[in-house]
């Protein structure tokens, strides 16, 4: 279809309206439009043109403001459509404050063979190994097939390479288990075989962006050449453009890029291309100036004109120049095969002096299996390209690999290996003319010749890090950020290596290139994210009692995944308010938790007891049915790790629970030693957790009101004492009712069947004299009675006696997780920092969790010697003042001292207290 | 992302599972006869070698088996070091 046929879509560019055709990119109906200056560069601040036709363009890049606002994107690779607003931008683009409306999502993919680029190579060898019987998926990222064909018209096996390249996609899709993803950019390659793709299916698409991880057998890259720069003088004026890309605008979408035309090439790699181009687009109606080829001695020395192309400056370095009237100036410095996906696997590349480019060299080892053929790998004819993918996918080669087992290992291929000669043969006169590299034109001043376009860098700046020293690629373009953003070495890298190893003296093939990272194309955070975002971030735990919280008001707190209440404030009361009332309650009523986040083991089989005395510190074999101990649990390096209740439940049956947000690292804990160390043991874990709701019911009432709930239940000290547990109905629920208290009160936790949590806490609630607390005073209730909580008081140095616990430790087992460590000289020091309590003297004063101690009233000069920091501090009811937890050096000796915590700019003096400030006797929790 | 084979469910991706560090590391027999110095090699020492690495992997995110496999650090090829 010609231009002219195709459906008429309005845009704008800076505010102005302009008209483009289906099928233009916005690059193209720009050119179309005869808007040559398109953005302005990020550092020098110099206008900049549209140098490419596709992801190799180094300068048209552009602010999307509708449909919705995106930076800096490659105006050569939009796809225009109706109502697209675009604008110019320098150097540095606008993300959007709202977000994003889009939908973006993703999906994994397994194949055989991924063939990488639809091109003639790429085309043929999906056909092939389709028609073999392999799992196939083609991806290419543009819209339509055919590689370079629709921008270059050349024919295939006697038809119109579009025309062929149609028909060889029609006989692909209509294979089985094929999968044709245009639009659709490979950009990452990574460790066995696992490749990322980007498909961009449109602003009308339900789905605007969808990430492909793919899983391949083999991969086979057939991802072409990028035509590259020459450095001379004022190479990045509008009107300066790859001859490629002037030839993909005449010929793939019917747009003219200038008037009068002047052509530089130095008829590396590709011979005649740039000479096609000219001929192409003089018949298309340009009028062609003059045919600069450096093989003769030509040199374009720079160009005239002030803010795009006027004229172009043809002689000798230092000599006259002669002024050829032009406004685009068609260059063409080579060839550089695509090797990014090649070189991001693993891939080594070596430089082949015949094309002058780098190519694909010692395929990766490991579990990757890669293929490279085509102009991917320097053959750039078009029957070089088909015989080239055909060879790759043809029996005996293919079988090896077409498995439908994953579990089948994989035969490597040599990237280089399969008809290596034939193809340069193949490649014939005008594919691998003798090559003359011409990186860049001698001049004095090299202030303006461009290596790296997007980022303003220069052949000075090179010169600038060489004489700084500087001998590696890699510093250099840390030095001088060439080879960044969006180019990634497609324009810019080999002739950065070439022009630096050209003032080093050095030969560029042993100087070598950067490391190509993914992705090959910028992507998106957005695409990245897919449909992980907000609510779908990260799953949400919510407990049988949820909905009660909510409608109580409750203040909520992430825990992990959980959400917890933290207070439940009531109209007019904030925080301080809500947890000071719900901490008397507790104190001087009852107050009721809810608890069911706790993670929560079922451990069971002959060898139970015996595995638990061998991971908790303390004795848990010699625990009765029907009782229950406190535990802690060290890593091998004696640190604790975590604490929790274990009940026994029957000689070969334990329960054990564990702090919130180490539920599932203690069921793995559990089984590693299990697993790896004792497989012995006749025991099993399993998580328990979300099975038993759980409610906390705690304070001097609390025992009325289990009475009243559970009549059935002897609930007075003696039958019912502290650290046992019994299975009754409470409020007609099955329950198993541990008594046992984080609180230093009288408390039971009540535990029935998930099902009936809203149930228990409703009847709980029923009985009018119970107040619901959340963890913000659950977490001062504890640390008045001074237990730690793991992972805020401890930070995986503290071993149990740090904490005061010597006592749980045991001194009659063998062994346990831990033990051996307790005898290093280091966890034996006197002086180790130990928990204790702070009282500040002001006892209004809250000290901010995480304040360092000292010992002086004063700050001495730094290093300031730090005694320890605080670890959880609150502000009490029941002592009427505020106090805190700290890890403090020496602690146990220093009860009564005074020390002090810089805050802003004054030291707090506080007092060092024993660590347990609330019923030391325990006549409360025990009575 | 890795392929890695898990010896109960086949090859699966590397998001399944969580690495284990160095394989062949077993608990000492009798902790309490080891010197300081013995007990910290086996506490903090592990090899980190160029080249072919016996290591442990979970699989947690499937059957929660643990497993050893050889890796080779330098190319990443694994090959499956224990039969099930």
């Not at chain 1, 639809?118 to 819209?143: F, K, Q, Y």
């Not at chain 1, 899709?173 to 950019?185: K, Q």
């Not at chain 1, 334990?654 to 804990?669: E, K, R, Y």
Request: charged fraction near 20%.
């Amino acid at each position: 279809m010609t231009r002219r046929d195709r459906e008429v879509l309005s845009f704008t560019f800076d505010g102005r309206p302009y008209e483009g055709r289906q099928g233009d990119t916005l690059a193209a109906a720009l050119l179309a439009n005869g808007v040559r200056r398109v953005a302005t560069s990020v550092t020098l601040g110099r206008p900049r043109g549209i140098f490419g036709a596709w992801t190799e363009d180094p300068t048209a890049v552009v602010q999307i403001d509708r449909p919705f606002p995106e930076p800096m994107v490659q105006a050569t690779t939009i796809p225009l459509h109706d109502g697209l607003a675009a604008s110019s931008l320098a150097g540095r683009g606008r993300l959007s404050p709202d977000p994003d409306p889009a939908r973006y999502d993703a999906t994994h993919a397994h194949c055989d063979v991924l063939v990488v680029g639809a091109g003639p190579a790429g085309l043929t060898a999906a056909l092939n190994a389709a028609r073999a019987g392999a799992r196939v998926i083609l991806a290419d990222d543009r819209p339509e097939v055919g590689g370079s064909l629709p921008d270059t018209g050349e024919p295939v096996e006697g038809r119109p390479g579009v025309e062929w390249a149609r028909a060889a996609a029609g006989s692909y899709v209509a294979l089985p288990d094929t999968r044709l993803l245009t639009r659709t950019s490979v950009v990452g390659y990574y460790d066995h075989n696992y490749l990322v793709a980007v498909e961009r299916r449109g602003e009308r698409a339900v789905t605007r962006e969808r990430v492909w991880r793919i899983r391949a057998g083999r991969v086979v890259l057939a991802t072409g050449a990028h035509e590259r720069p020459i450095a001379f003088a004022g190479n990045d004026l509008p009107g300066v453009m790859l001859a490629s890309a002037a030839r993909a605008y005449v010929n793939r979408y019917g747009v003219v890029p200038g008037r009068r035309a002047a052509v530089f090439t130095t008829g590396g790699g590709s011979g005649d291309a740039a000479h096609d181009a000219a001929r192409d687009l003089a018949a298309a109606g340009v009028e062609i100036a003059e045919i600069v080829d450096a093989r003769q001695g030509g040199l374009v020395t720079g160009v005239r004109g002030d803010g795009e192309v006027r004229a172009v400056l043809i002689g000798r370095p230092g000599g006259p120049a002669r002024e050829v009237e032009a406004d685009l100036l068609l260059v063409s410095g080579g060839w550089n095969p695509v090797v990014h996906l090649f070189a991001q696997a693993g891939g080594e590349l070596r430089y082949d002096d015949r094309i002058a480019a780098f190519v694909p060299g010692r395929p990766p080892e490991g579990g990757q299996s890669v293929q490279v053929i085509g102009a991917a790998r320097g053959v750039f004819t078009t029957a070089g390209c088909v015989a080239e993918g055909l060879a790759a996918t043809s029996p005996p080669d293919l079988p090896s690999t077409v498995t439908r087992s994953s579990r089948e290992s994989r035969v490597p291929v040599d990237a280089s290996a399969p008809g290596d000669a034939p193809a340069r043969e193949d490649a014939g006169p005008s594919g691998e003319a003798g090559a003359q590299p011409l990186w860049l034109v001698p001049a004095d001043d090299y202030t303006t010749h461009f290596v790296d376009l997007q980022r303003d860098v220069t052949v000075a700046d090179l010169q600038g890090a060489t004489s700084a020293g500087l001998r590696s690629v890699e510093h250099v373009k840390r030095y001088t950020t060439a080879g960044t953003a969006h180019d990634q070495g497609k324009t810019s890298g080999t002739l950065t290596s070439a022009v630096i190893a050209h003032l080093l003296g050095v030969d560029v093939g042993a100087l070598g290139t950067t490391t190509f990272r993914a992705p090959y194309v910028p992507v998106s955070f957005a695409t990245l994210a897919g449909r992980d975002r907000g609510a779908l971030h990260d799953p949400v735990r919510v407990t049988a009692m949820h909905d009660r919280h909510v409608e109580r008001n409750a203040v909520f707190e992430n825990v992990g995944q959980w959400k917890r209440p933290r207070y439940y404030p009531l109209p007019g009361e904030d925080m301080e308010a809500a947890v000071l009332r719900e901490c008397r309650a507790v104190r001087e009523a009852a107050g009721v938790l809810d608890a069911s986040t706790l993670g929560k083991i079922d451990v069971r089989g002959p060898d139970a007891a015996e595995l638990l005395d061998r991971l908790y510190t303390n004795m848990i074999s010699t625990l009765k049915v029907g009782a229950i101990r406190y535990g802690v649990m060290c890593r091998a390096d004696g640190m604790v790790f975590d604490d929790g209740t274990v009940i026994r439940l029957a000689p070969d049956h334990f329960l054990v629970t564990t702090t919130t947000g180490n539920a599932a690292a203690v069921l793995d804990w559990m089984e590693e030693w299990l697993q790896t160390e004792w497989p012995d043991l006749r025991a099993r874990c399993t998580s328990v957790t979300e099975q038993w709701a759980t409610v906390a019911l705690a304070g001097p009432g609390s025992r009325a009101v289990l009475a009243a709930l559970a009549p059935a239940l002897a609930v007075d000290a003696e039958s019912f004492p502290f650290m046992t547990w019994r299975d009754t109905e409470v409020a007609g629920i099955e329950a198993r009712v541990c008594r046992i208290s984080f609180s230093g009160e009288l408390a039971y936790e009540i535990n029935v069947s998930w099902w009936y949590g809203q149930a228990l806490w409703d009847a709980v609630l029923a009985t009018g004299t119970v107040t619901p607390y959340g963890t913000e005073a659950m977490h001062v209730l504890r640390a008045e009675k001074g237990y730690p909580i793991i992972g805020q008081d401890t930070d995986g140095t503290v071993t149990p006696a740090d904490l005061g616990m010597d006592w749980i430790v045991s001194k009659k087992k063998p062994d346990f997780v831990g033990k051996r460590s307790h005898a290093r000289a280091d966890t034996a020091r006197p002086d180790r920092r130990r928990l204790v309590g702070l009282l500040p003297e002001d006892p209004d004063v809250l000290l901010p969790e995480g304040g360092q101690v000292i010992s002086t009233g004063h700050l001495p000069p730094p290093p300031v010697p730090m005694l320890g920091h605080v670890t959880s501090s609150y502000r009490s009811a029941a002592l009427g003042r505020t106090f805190a937890l700290a890890l403090v050096a020496g602690g146990g000796n220093r009860l009564g001292d005074r020390l002090y915590v810089p805050v802003n700019d004054t030291l707090i003096p506080v007092t060092v207290a024993h660590h347990v400030l609330y019923d030391p006797e325990s006549t409360r929790r025990d009575g | 992302m890795l392929l890695i084979p898990c010896p109960w469910c086949g090859p699966r991706d590397e998001a399944e599972f969580h690495y284990g560090g160095q394989a062949h590391v077993a608990y000492p027999a009798d902790p309490a006869a080891l010197t300081d110095e013995e007990w910290a090699r086996y506490l903090f020492f592990r090899d980190n070698p160029m080249g072919p690495f016996s290591e442990r992997w979970n699989h947690t995110s499937g059957c929660r088996r643990w497993f050893t496999v050889t890796r080779d650090t330098t190319t990443n090829a694994i090959t499956p070091e224990t039969s099930r």
